[in-house]
T-cell receptor, first 113, second 115 residues
Framework: GDSVTQMEGPVTLSEEAFLTINCTYT??????LFWYVQYPGEGLQLLLK?????DKGSNKGFEATYRKETTSFHLEKGSVQVSDSAVYFC????????????FGAGTTVTVRA | DARVTQTPRHKVTEMGQEVTMRCQPI?????VFWYRQTMMQGLELLAY????????DSGMPKDRFSAEMPDATLATLKIQPSEPRDSAVYFC?????????????FGPGTRLTVT
């Protein structure tokens, strides 16, 4: 079945540092890929998505590129802020599985001033 | 700004009591999901509906959990009787299935504590 593996945390960074969270996937079909973010005490929010190979999703300074050859969708941000402290989830949905989301375990990111 | 709403936001109850959680999906969305989030298990899909019909509830303990959609604007998740191991944050999410893909939009969650 479909699955997502993402970099284990927690990750602690200083403000303005570069952030990368690795995500790889296994899927039987041609999935869409997502990054969701969860701030403390809140629900998950869609951060960005990509629906086909080589697509780049971007939002709020975050980027991720759908790499079919390496089955990866790594999240990057060039200069993090304290407000980026959150849990980040990589996910995929696949028509084969009726578009249900398969989530990674989540990566906790803490940005220090 | 359309949002998924959930009530209550917090619930503390004693073991054996009935708990009902409610969700109002975004208007026009045809698919509603219930998830449970715990530190140990992460995010688990409990059940989901499309056009109000239950499609999969294999993630729910059948003997105590039930999920329904009495109408397009309301989804409910009920636990009877509740147990301490049910303590978790329960999220509702909704989405509109499109040809290629669709996003799920999450509510703020109900934090359940069973003592």
């Amino acid at each position: 079945g479909d699955s997502v593996t993402q970099m284990e945390g927690p990750v602690t960074l200083s403000e303005e540092a570069f952030l990368t969270i690795n995500c790889t996937y296994t899927a039987t079909g041609y999935p869409s890929l997502f990054w969701y973010v969860q701030y403390p005490g809140e629900g998950l929010q869609l951060l960005l998505k990509a629906t086909k190979a080589d697509d780049k999703g971007s939002n709020k300074g975050f980027e991720a590129t759908y790499r079919k050859e390496t089955t990866s969708f790594h999240l990057e941000k060039g200069s993090v802020q304290v407000s980026d402290s959150a849990v980040y989830f990589c996910a995929l949905s696949d028509q084969v599985d009726d578009y249900k989301l398969s989530f990674g375990a989540g990566t906790t990111v803490t940005v220090r001033a | 700004d359309a949002r998924v709403t959930q009530t209550p936001r917090h619930k503390v109850t004693e073991m054996g009591q009935e708990v009902t959680m409610r969700c109002q999906p975004i208007l026009g969305h045809n698919t509603v999901f219930w998830y449970r989030q715990t530190m140990m298990q992460g995010l688990e899909l409990l059940a989901y509906f499309r056009n109000r019909a239950p499609l999969d509830d294999s993630g729910m303990p059948k003997d105590r959990f039930s999920a329904e959609m009495p109408d397009a604007t309301l989804a409910t998740l009920k636990i009877q009787p509740s147990e301490p191991r049910d303590s978790a944050v329960y999220f509702c999410a909704s989405g509109l299935v499109r040809l290629v893909s669709y996003e799920q939009y999450f509510g703020p969650g109900t934090r359940l504590t069973v003592t």
